[in-house]
């Protein structure tokens, strides 16, 4: 994958589908040149199926392809696919686990060491979503907060294949302010909203902070952040076709963005 440069706007969202349930995570599998949909609903404590379909055109008419029955049930909403597995983080532990969609055998457990778990550090939310995988043009990354680092969030890059961690970060970003998270580039942006539920916030939704991993870097942005449904479950890039994938208050969203120079790398 080649970087598309630095996020500079996040465009208004396209309407793909309502779900049943307010809160859940969508996704495709980079990896893989098809167009199959990924789409996991958040029910606490209940959650231990993905769905797949077939196209888009498929998912927006409920027309499931095959359903995967999950070895263990799942904590939030960060799961990704990744060439040809499911990453989630299981329910109650600070594990990931991976799970092979085409042989149907979990293939992997990972401890995310000192991470904190199940309501401890998880975005505004709640739902359970303290363990936040991603997936950019550079692979496979997982975004957390510990008490070693105060809560702020903490990220690192995961080795698909092995499992093992090659390089993390700390930043200065409290994680329980934030909604969402994604990474583009080897850059997280963080996302900071307003629920419906809660009146006395400004009505303002951005992306307010970057960190950027090759450069040990964390700055303050101001990027707005369209969020007409008022409840932000999920956020997943997809470094196939640079688009975010949003779950919002039941509603399916896909949003554009507009990139511009420099290459974050440099």
């Not at 060491?113 to 496979?140: C, F, M, Q, R």
Request: proline share 5%; charged share 20%.
């Amino acid at each position: 994958f080649v970087c598309p440069g630095t996020l500079k706007a996040v465009g208004d969202p396209s309407f793909l589908y309502e779900a049943e349930q307010q809160a859940g995570s969508w996704c495709k599998d980079p990896l893989q040149a098809g167009d199959k949909v990924y789409f996991m609903p958040w029910t606490p404590y209940r959650t231990d199926t993905l769905i797949e379909y077939n196209s888009l055109d498929d998912f927006q008419n409920s027309r499931q392809t095959t359903t995967y029955k999950l070895p263990h049930r799942v904590d939030g909403t960060g799961f990704v696919v990744y060439d040809g597995a499911v990453f989630f983080n299981k329910e109650r532990t600070r594990n990931i686990v991976k799970f092979d969609l085409r042989t149907r055998i979990k293939s992997g457990e990972a401890i995310i060491n000192n991470a904190n778990y199940h309501d401890t550090s998880p975005y505004k939310w709640g739902g359970k979503t303290d363990i936040d995988l991603a997936v950019d043009e550079n692979g496979l990354w997982v975004i957390y907060a510990t008490e070693q680092n105060n809560g702020m969030m903490v990220i690192s890059q995961l080795n698909p294949y092995t499992l093992r961690f090659e390089a993390t970060w700390e930043t200065t970003y409290d994680k329980r302010s934030a909604s969402n998270a994604f990474m583009i580039c080897g850059v997280l942006y963080v996302v900071r909203s307003t629920y419906e539920d809660n009146e006395s916030e400004v009505s303002k939704s951005l992306i307010d902070y970057m960190y950027n991993t090759k450069l040990n870097r964390g700055e303050y942005v101001d990027i707005h952040f369209p969020n007409q449904y008022q409840y932000i479950a999920a956020v997943e890039y997809n470094p196939r076709d640079n688009q975010l994938y949003v779950w919002n208050n039941f509603y399916i969203l896909r949003y554009n963005l507009v990139f511009g120079p420099p290459d974050p790398a440099h």
